[in-house]
DNA sequence: GTTAGCACTCGTTTAATTTGAGTGCTAATA
DNA sequence: TATTAGCACTCAAATTAAACGAGTGCTAAC
């Protein structure tokens, strides 16, 4: 069977319906909501038509029809190709620029919940290529030895070390000397485990205050060791009642709370996002029902969107809300603050 | 009317029995409940005085009772009264000292959550008084100076500071040197303006990057600034019918995830602690029901502790549950994390 | 191809009924 | 005088029954 115009457009406005009541809708509103003129009969011929094809199901037999994951699938993808439409009951969202990264991700995130009612989350931007950058130890008095690292990126790293015995100035610009040497600007697969002890050789009596300090660079420069999530608005999934009953909400909200399974939806995004033709799309993905990574996600719709922070750093934000999310209001608010954070650092 | 003993362990056995089953008692399984041989009629007897003197109600006429938040406060300060009950089913608790802080403190409160089945939070520790201990201006590159702080308690700031053009070697030492001498040792308040344009007349040209430098150690030398709040559990609320129903585990769970409220809870708990006399308590606080000083709270029970890490930085930890908590197991897992925070970092 | 008509389905709503745990009061008992 | 048995009463919760109504599929007429 071909899904004709005439199909398509009971179906979209089946979907637009629903959207709108989250009631099951059935043939009588149809024909008042169409506007071709159609009788409730023929709507029900076309209607069972197209449940036979998969876009929508009834909940049980005599209830109006609601869409099937499939139909959502079929109304976003033609959603998406018409992108210029404007939405207006938006909110202006303006991204202040912050002092630190976390507050302003902290923002962000507030700001997407805030404006669309659903729940939202932003990861902290993954840095593409790690090199170290800068490497310091200070005394910051005699017990104590402060290593700061910063890698590519403006990435800060500071490492407290404790040391039995004062280290005397000089020692320490021996210690920095060596150690700049060696490691500046390396990456993490070229500090290796020869370079390393040769390093510790040259120090002599302070390796382990050397190996201390690797450690550090180390952490510093493995990236997913800094995947920061900032979370918003998880309550608002008790504003839709399909979501809101305990079982349901409990497990989102433990989702939301937990942090590390939101890690695998933040990395198949950004494959996806990767894998993509350049210039094609937005980077606008949508997991509908069972298509997203995360199990407990599987009655909401999640619409990701990736952003860039000036120096090829990527990340990703998120609004998660049930199915029948306002999908244009939510694509345009990714969009927005994508564009925002874009170029924010850019200037 | 006087509370005389046989009152007062039918009080102890309504509370025990709610405790355990979540419904409200009555007379008869209080007869079967009491060690004591006493008629459900006499019971009912006492029961409706210890109605009158207000430490039990009805839901609603002919139905058993439940303790008023008198009745429970009655409760939880018998039991502190005898502390020296061991509670069994406690899991091991173990605290791993942890690289940052931040990662030791997610380590508590999750503990805290999982151990209890309640909802947990942990404050970082709050620093008693804020010097200034090290400061130092570094070349990043070209364009980016790095400001790194280190105030009292070893609480590090960084703050990357753009300059227009570079900036020699030399000049650096020397505005390093125009910090540390002025600088070195003092508190926030000792910090004054006078001294600032002192400073920044010494520094001529470069008086922007000291301005820069100083907004830095004012942050990172107030307090309220770093005050942070791991929080874990939340959703273990939906375990308790009385909590879970839409409205009351909404605003519950979007306390949690604002933060901002809990920190009223945290400096109320924390100046208790520190008007009471020493040496007399463990510093365990219990609010029930509207004792909170949160609002959404009204139906729960917040149980709090104050935990000391090393050098008088003192932070506080809680436990949310429902008013029928089990409060011995409560006040057990909180001590024994107390106790290993405080020795941590002894050693 | 479209539509009107009709019998049928089935979740939702409302009301009526039953159940049962619990109470207060009174009178009998120890 | 304190305790207890007995009994009528209350009321939330569970159960059942009935009515409702939005919606369907099918058939026959247009």
Redo the contacts between chains.
């Keep these: 069977m071909e899904l004709n115009e005439r199909k398509t457009k009971i179906l979209e406005a089946i979907i637009r319906n629903y959207l709108e009541t989250g009631d099951p809708v059935g043939s009588r509103t149809l024909s008042r909501y169409l506007d071709i003129k159609l009788s409730p009969a023929t709507i029900r011929n076309e209607m069972s038509d197209l449940e036979e094809m998969g876009y929508i199901l009834q909940p049980h037999t005599s209830s109006g029809r609601i869409p099937s994951d499939k139909g959502y699938r079929f109304y976003v993808d033609s959603m998406m190709a018409d992108r210029e439409k404007e939405v207006s009951d938006m909110h202006d969202m303006v991204v202040e620029k912050a002092?630190e990264l976390s507050g302003l991700l902290k923002q962000v995130a507030k700001l997407l919940a805030d404006n669309t009612n659903y729940a939202a989350l932003i990861s902290s931007p993954q840095l593409h290529r790690n090199k170290l950058?800068?490497l310091?130890l200070?005394k910051?008095?005699d017990g104590?030895i402060?290593a700061?690292i910063?890698v590519e990126g403006?990435i800060?790293k500071?490492k407290?070390i404790e040391v039995s015995e004062p280290m005397d100035d000089d020692t320490l610009l021996k210690l920095n000397l060596l150690l700049n040497t060696h490691l500046n600007g390396l990456s993490l697969e070229e500090i290796n485990l020869g370079l390393i002890t040769l390093i510790k050789e040259r120090a002599g009596i302070h390796s382990d205050v050397i190996a201390s300090v690797i450690d550090a660079v180390a952490?510093a420069i493995r990236a997913d060791e800094d995947l920061e999530i900032y979370?918003?608005?998880?309550?608002n999934i008790?504003k839709y009642p399909e979501l809101?009953d305990?079982e349901k909400?409990?497990?989102i909200?433990?989702t939301f709370?937990e942090k590390n399974e939101l890690g695998q939806l933040i990395n198949e995004s950004l494959a996806k996002d990767r894998d993509r033709e350049d210039g094609e799309k937005t980077g606008i993905q949508v997991y509908i029902g069972n298509e997203s990574p995360i199990e407990s996600m599987k009655d909401c719709s999640v619409v990701t969107a990736t952003y860039e922070l000036g120096d090829n750093m990527k990340g990703m934000m998120s609004i998660i809300g049930p199915k029948r999310m306002d999908y244009e209001k939510v694509a345009h608010a990714l969009k927005t603050l994508q564009e925002q954070l874009d170029t924010l650092y850019k200037k």
């Design positions: 002092e950058k800068f310091q200070s910051v008095d104590n402060l700061v910063v403006n800060i500071n407290m952490d979370t918003s608005g998880a309550n008790f809101a305990n909400a409990s497990s909200i433990s709370e």
